[in-house]
């Protein structure tokens, strides 16, 4: 079934006959890059705040992210039309989503846009949309917007993937995979987008947590076009898309707990998050594996892409599944030039 390359699992140098497979990658970012270790003072000038506390706790955790670069919608000239922004207590949704819904389309489509452009085939090829976003609310949805945006076939049939955070890029590629395996001939854009303007808050001693959010999450958009049997005299299959599994740990629903209220979305990380991951990644692993007919003596020859949550969560996997350290420095680099981009990152390993 599979063959070593360079001490790597290959399981097919071919695409499988039915098999989804990634046959491009688009990337966009806003136009603002904020450099981490000016990140402190810059944030605290904007929201006019002097609570030395609160800025000795953000300078620690800027430096434990190991985030050097990020790109970020929120600028001068935003919070000059907005300055309720960063006022503590206003209801600012409105704004907000203003602001979001616009910033996200213009984002998913130029990154749909390059990743169309590296595909090679016409836009009219493409048959179905997957769009991912936890940074707007609208209806129509902002699936319907970016089709607009890209010229895309009324036909096209859509989907919306609204506020499934982090996991949001990986559950588009599940969903983009079962689309393209079940409709032979089928193109399938999958595209993500964020921005953490949605929950853009000035400091609160109330609420420490924030201060995390700010040290480690950053925008932008990525795309990808799914689709079995390749022409390969067009197309240039990059992964095979083999298996996909999720699974759900009871009681941990507050692990991650993310709410849209009256001044945008706060979230909330718990401490022992990254706990609750080392604790269940081993048994989720080996239960995937099974699928393609590997064990975890395979864990060392293979490429990961795992989710850049922190760096305490991408220790815990390591250390927990006896990885040597070169497999999850994709991981880190993702995070180290683009912080935490949410769903986004599935393509910012590549």
């Known amino acids: 079934m599979g063959s070593e390359d360079n001490g790597e699992v290959i399981l097919s140098k071919k695409a499988n006959p039915g098999k989804a497979t990634i046959l491009a990658l688009g990337k966009a970012f806003p136009h603002q890059l904020v450099m981490q270790e000016y990140l402190v003072d810059g944030y605290f000038r904007d929201t006019n705040c002097d609570d030395l506390d609160l800025k000795r706790k953000l300078t620690r955790l800027c430096k434990t992210t190991t985030v050097k670069t990020r790109y970020v919608v929120m600028s001068e000239e935003i919070l000059r039309k907005y300055p ?16 979001c819904n616009d910033a996200v389309t213009e984002m998913a489509i130029e990154a749909s846009q390059s990743c169309i452009n590296q595909w ?26 970016l089709a607009a945006g890209l010229g895309l076939n009324r036909h096209t049939q859509r989907l919306m993937l609204n506020f499934a955070g982090c996991s949001g890029g990986v559950a588009g590629l599940r ?21 953490t303007i949605i929950g853009y808050k000035p400091p609160s001693p109330d609420r420490p947590y924030d201060l995390v959010g700010v040290a480690l999450f ?11 049997d390749p022409d ?41 998050l990254p706990q609750v991951i080392e604790d269940n990644v081993e048994g989720f692993c080996e239960k995937l594996m099974e699928v393609v007919g590997f064990d975890k003596e395979y864990y060392n020859k293979m490429f990961w892409a795992v989710h850049p949550g922190g760096p305490a969560i991408l220790n815990r996997i390591e250390k927990r599944l006896d990885l040597v350290p070169e497999k999850l420095v994709a991981s880190r680099r993702a995070l180290m030039d683009y912080g935490n981009a949410s769903s986004n990152t599935i393509v910012h390993y590549f």
Request: proline share 5%; hydrophobic share 35%.
């Open 175 to 195: 969903v983009a995979k079962d689309i393209a395996e079940n409709n032979p001939g089928s193109r399938v854009l999958l595209a993500t987008s964020e921005t």
């Open 84 to 99: 309720e922004l960063a006022l503590e207590g206003k209801p600012t949704v409105k704004q907000r989503l203003d602001i």
């Open 232 to 272: 390969l005299g067009i197309e240039k299959p990059l992964f095979e898309l083999h298996a996909a599994a999720q699974e759900f740990l009871p009681g941990t629903d507050k692990a991650i707990d993310g709410r849209l209220t009256e001044e945008g979305i706060s979230f909330k990380l718990d401490r022992e």
């Open 120 to 145: 090679g085939r016409p836009i009219s090829h493409i048959t179905h949309l997957v769009y991912v976003s936890s940074s707007e609310v609208r209806l129509p949805g902002g699936d319907l917007y």
């Open 218 to 228: 950053g925008d932008g958009a990525g795309a990808m076009i799914i689709g079995s």
